[in-house]
């Protein structure tokens, strides 16, 4: 139903269309997702049970998991609406992926490579000690798109034009 859907969802581009990864592009990449560094899967697990933008995913901070009575919550901000600590509530798979993720990120970091404390850094070259790149990872899902013949509806190759698209739910 139109009123379930989520606000991230309901983002438009310049054309007045709406900004996701269609479902069927979308399970087409899980399909795939085993070739594709392994540093990007825990940021497209939290990409999609968030709804957050990837840039939003990709800024999170180590201390964004949040454990109450009920359930787990992912805390994180939201730049584009500016809005801060923005909490959503996740399974327990995905808060195990972020707590596996947080313990590679403290192992692999400090000060002068992570000084921010993200969850996923650039940990070397001229990018350390800021989050990987939603440009970064845009990259890697095209080139699978065109190693894995990814297509749309119309059975052309899918490439991303921006990864600040939501995930699926058209």
């Known amino acids: 139903m139109p009123e379930d859907k989520k606000i991230s ?38 990409l999609e049970a968030s709804g957050f933008r990837v840039s939003d995913v990709v800024s999170l901070k180590l201390d964004c998991l949040l ?7 992912l805390v994180g901000d939201q730049s584009k609406v500016k809005y801060k600590s923005h909490k959503v509530p996740i399974s327990e798979e995905v808060a195990k992926t ?13 000060q002068i490579n992570n000084p921010n404390n993200y969850l996923f850094p650039t940990l070397s ?34 490439f991303l034009k921006n990864m600040g698209s939501a995930i699926g739910m058209e």
Do not use: M
Not at 100 to 106: E, S
């Open 9 to 46: 969802d309901r983002r438009h581009n310049r054309e007045g269309k709406i900004k996701y990864i269609p479902d069927d592009i979308w399970n087409q990449v899980l399909d795939h997702l085993e070739l594709l560094p392994k540093k990007f899967v825990p940021i497209l697990i939290v």
């Open 67 to 73: 454990k109450q009575q009920d359930g787990w919550w």
């Open 98 to 110: 972020i707590i596996a993720q947080q313990k590679l990120t403290k192992q692999l970091s400090n």
């Open 125 to 158: 070259g001229v990018r350390v000690g800021n989050p990987i790149s939603p440009n970064t990872l845009s990259r890697n899902l095209n080139k699978l798109a065109q190693e894995c013949e990814i297509r749309d509806q119309n059975g052309e190759i899918y």
